[in-house]
């Protein structure tokens, strides 16, 4: 009999490709890496987007996003590295939305795979080829789940809450076109 099975392999491929995934796009954001805009680039496009202000939403959704990756490839921290990276998919699902759901129409797709995936392991724990199990799992218990998934939707709330209240005022006075 095998120290792992199956179920191990599995959670070890859906840590490496989701952290994979999440922690490269952090790097865009933060350092600018694989075509990115870092801090400065991403933090414009954040204000744009409603997101202010700019530079410190780039930074906690790169960190978010880099970090909860990172934790989530190394299985380590695995509640609160998947619910980090679900939150920061929540709030670039938000952005997507108003184009649907398919990816080449520039909707939510991507962001809501990437966060479901990120949640379902945080969820499911990362199996026993993880640096959580080699640790005892000292910072993957049940209660963990619970935790960080309130603080994180609390947050997410906020935030996002924030960025619609945002746009509703600036489209409030515009007229929109009585004929076409």
Known sequence: MTCYDRRDLGLLLLRL????ALAAHGAQKLF????GGGIEG?????????????KASATAA????????ALLALGLATPAAGAAAAGAMAGAAAVHAPNGFFN????????ATLGLTAAGLAVAGPGRLSLDHVFGHSADR????????????????LVVGARSRRLRK???GEQEALFD
């Open 42 to 54: 991403t933090g414009q496009f954040m204000e744009t987007v409603g997101y202010t202000p700019g």
């Open 104 to 111: 080449q129409e520039g909707g939510y797709e991507h962001a």
């Open 170 to 172: 600036a489209r409030e």
């Open 142 to 157: 049940d209660w963990m789940v619970f935790a960080a998934f309130a603080a994180t939707a609390a947050a997410t709330a």
């Open 62 to 69: 790169g960190l978010a996003e880099a970090g909860g990756g």
């Open 32 to 35: 600018g890496w694989f075509g």
């Open 17 to 20: 490709g989701t952290g994979g």
